[in-house]
């Protein structure tokens, strides 16, 4: 005698509750991709700091300084661009592991290394929005710069780079939230296979 099991594939469940479901789990992992995102904004803090702070005292170096001239003397690399990008690979190490083992813990993982490269690659994508946003609140001659009588680096809180990092890795998280959901977090494709005999 054969016994059959019905089973509520996700296509035979009323759409708007799929809907509904994939809308929550979707808000549900922006929440902790979030709360990794501002662990990670801490990590990448401090090590901006530490980055600043050692360079001045170990080297008597600005963060305002050129590191290299592009283009003729109009475009630069300053020392503050070779900051956040030290700041942004510890930080990216630190939020790809996070979410590994708990944004996305339900998903199939590939390998670390293999994870950690679609990973880095969406990063610095973001990374590449973040330092625009910083270049535009560093200089003084931009719109969108941070006013100098407000940001005039007389202490910590005042530190004109400090609040540039911050609001540059802010506006730069939504990129990265959708790039890693739908590239570097996906949910493996599932093949089927028919091979004609009756279930």
């Given at each position: 005698m054969a016994v059959e099991v019905s089973s509520e594939t996700e296509e035979s469940r009323d759409p708007r509750k799929v809907s509904a479901v994939r809308m929550l789990n979707n808000v549900r992992?922006?929440?902790m991709f979030g709360i990794v995102g501002g662990s990670g904004t801490l990590v990448n803090l401090l090590v901006t700091y530490l980055s600043k702070k050692s360079a001045e005292w170990g080297w008597s170096l600005h963060?305002?300084?050129?590191?290299?001239?592009?283009?003729?003397?109009?475009?630069?690399?300053r020392w503050y661009h070779i900051f956040a990008t030290i700041a942004f690979l510890v930080?990216?190490?630190?939020?790809?592991?996070l979410n590994?083992?708990?944004?996305?813990?339900?998903?199939?993982?590939?390998?670390?290394?293999?994870?950690?490269?679609?990973?880095?690659?969406t990063g610095l994508v973001?990374?590449?929005?973040s330092q625009i946003i910083l270049t535009l609140l560093m200089?003084?001659?931009s719109?969108?710069?941070?006013?100098?009588?407000?940001?005039?680096n007389s202490t910590g809180f005042r530190t004109k780079f400090y609040w540039a990092?911050?609001?540059?890795?802010?506006?730069?998280?939504?990129?990265?939230?959708?790039?890693?959901?739908?590239?570097?977090?996906?949910?493996?494709?599932?093949?089927?296979v028919s091979s004609g005999e009756p279930q």
């Open positions: 992992q922006f929440i963060e305002n300084d050129i590191f290299m001239n592009l283009l003729g003397t109009e475009f630069n690399i930080a990216n190490t630190w939020n790809y592991q590994r083992s708990w944004t996305f813990k339900g998903i199939t993982k590939k390998s670390w290394i293999r994870g950690f490269f679609p990973f880095l690659a973001a990374f590449a929005v200089n003084p001659t719109p969108v710069g941070l006013p100098d009588d407000i940001f005039d990092q911050a609001i540059s890795i802010v506006v730069a998280m939504p990129v990265n939230f959708v790039i890693n959901k739908v590239w570097t977090f996906a949910k493996p494709k599932v093949k089927v």
